[in-house]
């Protein structure tokens, strides 16, 4: 099984400031036949569903705000969202959907300071 | 507009059978590159996938606890069903079906809790 490794596991930032959250896969996501990276990241607000932000490790859901981006390849991902705003305060998710079973990190929670 | 709601009972025994609906609409289970997902989250964890369902009936399930585990779909009725047999209190959680297009669950039901109590 693909295990899926998120750091850090909290993160409190100023308003206006960049975080940056890790993800790191057991094996490798990229499917050398099409060049792609099996990796989603979902943000998750309390009493809510996990919404999805980014798939194929870097393309952006429709709707979702330019300053959330996505990059990556191979083991080792990263969600980087620029100047951060109070309604990001969320916990997010990585994920793999290389092959079941399905697994997503263990969260990394964001906080304002 | 894609939408999933999930329902079955909010508490059970253990060693009970747990039936969960999921239904939905905005879209057709006959879609190529469509299915259907499950998965739970126990309060103050990580989501786990539990099983999903295709377009052409293929089924996936997690390893542990596959031999509980049965998912079906009707797509007349626009619902897939997972059945979880023997729960325990370890099985409580909140239960999400989830739309999935070419392996990205990108539409999530709002969820439903299930409590395993005895």
């Known amino acids: 099984d693909i295990v899926m490794t998120q750091s850090p596991d909290s993160l409190a930032l100023s308003l206006g400031e960049r975080a940056t959250i890790n993800c790191k896969s057991s094996?490798?996501?990229?499917?050398?036949?099409?060049?792609?990276?099996?990796l989603a990241w979902y943000q998750q607000k309390p009493g809510h569903p996990p919404k999805l932000l980014i798939y194929?490790?870097?393309n952006r859901d429709s709707g979702v705000p330019d300053r959330f981006s996505g990059s990556g390849s191979g083991t080792d991902f990263t969600l980087t969202i620029t100047s951060l705003q109070a309604e990001d305060v969320a916990v997010y998710y990585c994920q793999q959907y290389y092959s079941p079973p399905y697994a997503f990190g263990q969260g990394t929670k964001l906080e304002i300071k | 507009q894609i939408t999933l709601k999930e329902s079955g009972p909010t508490l059970l025994k253990p060693t009970q059978t747990l039936t969960l609906t999921c239904t939905f609409s905005g879209f057709s289970l006959s879609t190529t590159g469509v299915g259907v997902g499950w998965f739970r989250q126990p309060p103050g964890e990580a989501p786990e996938w539990l099983a999903v369902v295709d377009w052409n009936d293929e089924k996936a399930y997690r390893p542990s606890p596959k031999t509980r585990l049965t998912i079906t779909k009707d797509t007349s009725k626009n619902q897939v069903v997972l059945i979880m047999a023997n729960v325990d209190p370890v099985d409580t959680a909140t239960y999400y079906c989830?739309?999935?297009?070419?392996?990205?669950?990108?539409?999530w039901g709002q969820g439903t809790l299930v409590t395993v109590s005895s």
């Open positions: 094996q490798s996501l990229l499917y050398s036949s099409n060049n792609d990276n099996y």
């Open positions: 989830a739309h999935r297009h070419w392996n990205i669950f990108d539409y």
């Open positions: 194929w490790a870097s």
